[in-house]
């Protein structure tokens, strides 16, 4: 399924070589594109920017898409699941919904990463993943 196709209402507020961050005004959402091989620096730098973009709208839902993910990047997994993810429930995160890239090496450091919590679901394609966000 074309990602694009699929959130078209969404307006690209942030573009690097690793991810493209699109909001939309309208849910108050944020689609999160991973984009190839990711290594530490890249996430915490993208991470960075995620957080000051949910704190700058006031976004609560966050639709993370890993499906472009080409790689592992388990060593970002810890600093992603105690001091991010702490971080952006503190600026207001209600949902975080995350698709899964089909490259296991990338699926195994995103489930590392992943705090057990019901704010926070894996899904394997984007139709689900949106479904469960409008759901509340």
Excluded: R
């Amino acid at each position: 399924m074309d990602s694009t196709a699929t959130v078209s209402s969404f307006e690209v507020v942030h573009l690097a070589k690793n991810i493209e961050i699109s909001y939309s005004q309208k849910d108050n959402h944020l689609y999160c594109n991973w984009l190839g091989f990711q290594n530490k620096q890249l996430i915490m730098e993208s991470g960075e920017t995620i957080l000051e973009i949910v704190k700058e709208k006031g976004v609560t839902h966050v639709l993370n898409d890993n499906s472009k993910v080409t790689g592992p990047w388990q060593e970002a997994a810890e600093w992603t699941s105690t001091v991010w993810f702490p971080q952006m429930f503190e600026a207001g995160l209600e949902k975080f919904a995350w698709i899964f890239s089909a490259n296991i090496f990338a699926e195994l450091s995103a489930k590392k990463a992943m705090p057990q919590t019901d704010n926070i679901k894996s899904f394997n394609n984007i139709h689900d993943a949106k479904k469960w966000l409008a759901e509340g």
